[in-house]
């Protein structure tokens, strides 16, 4: 974890695991980005609740979180729960690259969870969100149900395992909240 709190990266000897922003939420709609430094097959993002183990488990391997793998060749752009696939397949012959920007909104309200990826956008369009051309934010459509982390306290959450997949959160300057959504604070 970097000094600043906002880029984690995994260690040469590095495991499998996650990395929870220090900020998480029970209530309201919350807007954040995360840049993949450096990805990887099992580089994902995400939400992940407090009985989420941290070392050695990917993101969304249970029903304590939710994972969006952009970067897996054999089924790139899928969101994980419970070890299964969940929400929307991209059928999208590629992946996300380095340096990518995943857009992320939550609505902890009504348990739905949005992310667009820059493959996502090309393949699908420019409002494409979850691998669905019509999903939006702002109104709820389209949304993945993520009730199975509960009513408790939700963090966003980077997934990693490979030795030296870096990933950062964004938050500041950012233009582009969808209507209704506040940045994470």
Do not use: C
Request: charged share 15%; net charge negative; aromatic share 10%.
């Amino acid at each position: 974890m970097s000094k600043d709190k906002l880029t984690a990266t995994v260690a040469p000897s590095g495991t499998k695991g996650a990395v929870f922003t220090s900020i998480g939420k029970t209530k309201g709609k919350w807007y954040w980005n995360i840049r993949a430094i450096t990805g990887g097959p099992n580089f994902s993002v995400g939400l992940a609740n407090a009985s989420f183990t941290k070392a050695f488990t990917f993101l969304g391997d249970d029903n304590n979180s939710v994972a969006f793998y952009a970067f897996d060749l054999n089924i790139p752009l899928t969101f994980w729960i419970n070890n299964k696939i969940a929400g929307v397949p991209a059928n999208i012959p590629t992946t996300d690259v380095d340096g990518a920007v995943f857009r992320m909104a939550w609505d902890a309200d009504n348990h739905l969870l949005f992310v667009q990826s820059p493959e996502m956008v090309k393949a699908i369009g420019p409002n494409a969100w979850n691998n669905q051309a019509n999903a939006d934010p702002a109104t709820g459509a389209g949304g993945l149900d993520v009730s199975v982390l509960g009513t408790g306290t939700i963090w966003p959450a980077l997934g990693m395992a490979e030795p030296g997949s870096s990933g950062q959160l964004i938050v500041a300057g950012l233009t582009d909240v969808p209507s209704g959504y506040s940045l994470l604070a």
